[in-house]
């Protein structure tokens, strides 16, 4: 065996050992229509918030985008790869969410690298929640600023932070709902301070577009804060049900990141289906306002049933013993029916391992008490 060969065994070993092995289980495709009875798992492991996946307008959207434009971009964005549909979906996104500019990126992950990248330099301080997800840390790494990473929502650390600063420039990052607790930013006392700092503030509202804030835009936009200092990231793959990323600033950002952000450079345009599909489901949040309020209401039903906490959005968190408790549960409760995300470390930040329940707002009555039954039959 080759040095190679002996390091990835070792480190197989390694991971059994842990209780940190993953693998890729393959699901089957849904009914042939949404609604549609089926015996088969209640995915509540997946992002698809809103349940408009597979919304009959939002397919109807991405196979008419393939259509017209093709199956893929066929360059990158400033090659040839910028369709008229993208120019649409990023003038759609910065109005309903109060910006000058957004710019679509293949995925939510880019969006934050091509962010942190372009707008860090070593003459920036990047200040960043513990809690913050891995594209944002890797966008830290990537950088060439000093990184200072503070503690889970505290907005003294961060303006002690900044008040001892020595750059010219500051970047404080967050998530205005996080991945793993799924609870708040203090998004308020966080623009205030990077106000009085003279830093920008940069939020990734992943987990928020379409489920938080009073029409389901989001935190940043429910708090008034889309100011010239924030900048926004955010996913097109959970309550939007397709694929991509986008980055929501002002016009003089955007222009920046077209020419400085590598990830964004250098990467292919985001295919014409996921942002027809994206689009379209974007018109349907906009026009259907008691979506957000629906898979809040199932999140806090799965909450209540299962003893833990409402949060802010979709997320429900249940806290488990350790790694290998998580793993057993979780496949107890695959065998049962109820397909449940399993948090275990390095995933999480404070290295408490969690099923990670998300809900949805086409979630029944029924769905809601079979998964609280199976859950509450698997948790210790």
């Not at 390694?14 to 009914?31: M, N, T």
């Not at 698809?48 to 066929?74: E, I, K, N, Q």
């Not at 990248?117 to 840390?137: E, F, N, R």
């Not at 408490?352 to 769905?367: F, G, K, P, Q």
Request: aromatic residues 2%; charged residues 20%.
């Amino acid at each position: 065996m080759s040095g190679l060969d002996d390091w990835l065994a070792e480190s197989a070993r390694e991971r059994r050992r842990a209780g940190l092995r993953r693998a890729l289980v393959p699901r089957e495709p849904p009914p042939a229509a949404p609604g549609t009875p089926v015996a088969g798992p209640l995915d509540l492991a997946g992002n698809d918030y809103l349940g408009l996946a597979r919304d009959a307008r939002v397919v109807a959207a991405a196979v008419d985008a393939a259509a017209t434009w093709g199956a893929g971009a066929g360059a990158s964005r400033l090659v040839t790869g910028t369709l008229r549909l993208h120019e649409q979906l990023e003038s759609r996104l910065a109005d309903a969410l109060g910006f000058e500019a957004a710019l679509v990126t293949s995925s939510g992950y880019h969006a934050n690298l091509a962010a942190v990248t372009a707008l860090a330099d070593a003459g920036t301080l990047i200040v960043s929640d513990a809690h913050v997800h891995a594209s944002l840390v890797d966008g830290c790494r990537l950088s060439r600023g000093e990184v200072r990473v503070v503690p889970h929502v505290d907005v003294a650390a961060v303006e002690a932070a900044l008040a001892a600063r020595s750059q010219p420039r500051a970047l404080v990052l967050t998530e205005s709902v996080f991945s793993v607790l799924g609870d708040a930013a203090p998004l308020r006392d966080l623009a205030t301070v990077c106000a009085r700092h003279d830093a920008t503030l940069l939020v990734d509202e992943a987990h928020a577009l379409g489920v938080a804030g009073k029409a389901g835009l989001g935190l940043v936009a429910d708090h008034g804060l889309s100011a010239p200092g924030v900048v926004v990231t955010l996913t097109l793959s959970k309550s939007l049900g397709s694929q991509g990323g986008a980055v929501l600033a002002s016009r003089a950002v955007v222009e920046h990141l077209i020419n400085t952000a590598r990830p964004f450079i250098f990467d292919t345009g985001l295919a014409p289906a996921a942002a027809g599909a994206a689009l379209a489901a974007l018109e349907v949040l906009l026009a259907e306002p008691g979506l957000p309020e629906r898979a809040r209401s199932r999140a806090a039903a799965l909450a209540s049933g299962c003893r833990v906490p409402a949060t802010a959005g979709a997320i429900v968190p249940v806290p488990m013993p350790g790694p290998e408790q998580a793993v057993f549960a979780q496949a107890s409760a695959r065998e049962r029916g109820v397909l449940v995300g399993c948090f275990r470390p390095p995933s999480v930040p404070d290295g408490v391992s969690r099923l990670r329940l998300t809900a949805r707002a086409d979630l029944t009555d029924a769905d809601t008490a079979r998964a609280v039954g199976v859950l509450t039959g698997v948790v210790p």
